[in-house]
């Protein structure tokens, strides 16, 4: 794939994506259709390339309720994680998929295997910014595959659950954007005007008294020659 065609690739991923979890599903589904038209998700062999076209026929399956389209998701993600077995995106998006189908079974052992995967790699994981909206999604998506499997206690447990991370998460939200105000209205203290450029001027400027000139006659100028005078005659 040519770097410029993997460019436009990843921009409709993410394009796409950003869509599809706004609930803007149809913009979604119409930005993925050409590259499933134009490149059949056999024919990639980057793993990189696999992924966003596997994501782009999720999106595009899951708009449509089109089984096809999850299926040939699946296989593209199969042949992501052949190439790169530890890709937490692979894995998740795979689970997600297999949930999307009803196979349940198969997609809590496909979860658990990205539990397991997680937990290895949970000490490069901790330094990493995970998103909100990504964090109530999987919690959304377990509460969802627990009310499938019709347990009483494990669906209390899933809800009340998610409760509690949607209620952190604008706890933390509202604390974010109370110390992020802080620190602007510190810096905007902070800066004083010689720093923005502007000159320095007194808060109570006093007027100057003003000064007494004293004013000289011209004297005679050397240079100048004299000027005749004409005397007048006497009568």
């Known amino acids: 794939m040519e770097q410029s065609t993997e460019l436009a690739l990843t921009n409709a991923w993410s394009a796409a994506w950003a869509d599809f979890l706004v609930n803007k599903v149809a913009i979604a589904e119409r930005r993925a259709a050409p590259w499933?038209?134009?490149?059949?998700l056999g024919s990639a062999t980057d793993a990189d390339a696999l992924l966003m076209l596997a994501d782009l026929a999720h999106i595009s399956g899951a708009v449509r309720e089109d089984e096809a389209l999850l299926r040939q998701a699946l296989v593209a993600y199969d042949a992501h994680l052949a190439l790169m077995p530890t890709s937490q995106a692979g894995l998740r998006m795979r689970a997600e998929t297999l949930l999307r189908l009803a196979e349940y079974r198969l997609a809590f052992c496909a979860f658990d295997g990205l539990h397991h995967t997680t937990l290895e790699d949970a000490e490069a994981q901790a330094a990493e910014e995970v998103a909100p909206f990504r964090l109530l999604h999987d919690a959304e998506c377990i509460e969802a595959a627990v009310r499938q499997g019709a347990d009483a206690d494990a669906l209390e447990t899933a809800a009340l659950a998610t409760l509690t991370l949607t209620l952190t998460l604008e706890t933390l939200t509202r604390v974010t954007l109370a110390l992020a105000l802080a620190l602007t209205r510190v810096r905007t203290l902070a800066l004083t005007r010689p720093?923005?450029?502007?000159?320095?001027?007194?808060?109570s400027p006093k007027l100057r008294p003003r000064q007494k000139v004293r004013r000289r006659m011209p004297g005679p100028n050397p240079n100048l020659t004299p000027t005749p005078?004409?005397?007048?005659?006497?009568?």
């Open 36 to 40: 499933l038209a134009e490149w059949p």
């Open 195 to 203: 720093q923005r450029g502007e000159p320095l001027q007194p808060s």
């Open 229 to 235: 005078t004409l005397a007048l005659a006497q009568p």
